[in-house]
T-cell receptor
Framework: NAGVTQTPKFQVLKTGQSMTLQCAQD?????MSWYRQDPGMGLRLIHY???????DQGEVPNGYNVSRSTTEDFPLRLLSAAPSQTSVYFC???????????FGDGTRLSIL | GENVEQHPSTLSVQEGDSAVIKCTYS??????FPWYKQELGKRPQLIID?????GEKKDQRIAVTLNKTAKHFSLHITETQPEDSAVYFC?????????????FGKGTHLIIQP
């Protein structure tokens, strides 16, 4: 039982490049979410999904896209990376938004 | 939306003493309040949570209290141990419309002095 798996663990990008952060869960959770964590800022919600085919914006969605074609996978796309997107990104899943969220190990992303 | 304030940002206590971390939230529609512990370089892990229909919850050395009228909730750790050293985050789930997810406080760095 792997829980929530994020790939890659580390990534360095140049400004303007695009990439996809992968997130997969094997707990059959309907609710999945992406957060970014910056020093001194806590975790901030980027996008979330309440089930396959349904996504919505969180607190800081600009510059990011998501899709949810299956219950298991919830990828996060950076369309044109900017230095302000340097952060640690966490994916989480749960049975619902008011249920305990299980976090992945995070992706540490640097934009040069 | 929701706004969560967390205090203090750093808390240093002697091993064996108690630690208290406090959070306030802005919207009375919030109904779920989890606490997460994060060790350096690791993922956040849930340690305890409470819902708006409960005033207090306890799990061994950890307890959480909720005051809906004042819109604040607190984490209490008794008999602190070195392994309690970490960053602790409170969060609130806002259910009044708009983004449906957790709003986190900025964290408290808890240091247990031997």
């Amino acid at each position: 039982n792997a829980g929530v798996t994020q790939t890659p663990k580390f990534q360095v990008l140049k400004t303007g490049q695009s990439m996809t952060l992968q997130c997969a869960q094997d707990m059959n959770h309907e609710y999945m979410s992406w957060y970014r964590q910056d020093p001194g800022m806590g975790l901030r919600l980027i996008h979330y999904s309440v089930g396959a085919g349904i996504t919505d914006q969180g607190e800081v969605p600009n510059g990011y896209n998501v899709s949810r074609s299956t219950t298991e996978d919830f990828p996060l796309r950076l369309l044109s990376a900017a230095p302000s997107q340097t952060s640690v990104y966490f994916c989480a899943s749960s049975r619902g938004p008011d249920q305990p969220q299980h976090f992945g190990d995070g992706t540490r992303l640097s934009i040069l | 939306g929701e706004n969560v304030e967390q205090h203090p940002s750093t808390l240093s206590v002697q091993e064996g003493d108690s630690a208290v971390i406090k959070c306030t939230y802005s919207d009375s529609a919030s109904n779920y309040f989890p606490w997460y512990k994060q060790e350096l370089g690791k993922r956040p892990q849930l340690i305890i949570d409470i819902r708006s229909n409960v005033g207090e919850k306890k799990d061994q050395r950890i307890a959480v209290t909720l005051n809906k009228t004042a819109k604040h909730f607190s984490l209490h750790i008794t008999e602190t141990q070195p392994e309690d050293s970490a960053v602790y985050f409170c969060a609130a789930r806002y259910s009044g419309g708009g983004a449906d997810g957790l709003t986190f406080g900025k964290g408290t760095h808890l240091i247990i002095q031997p």
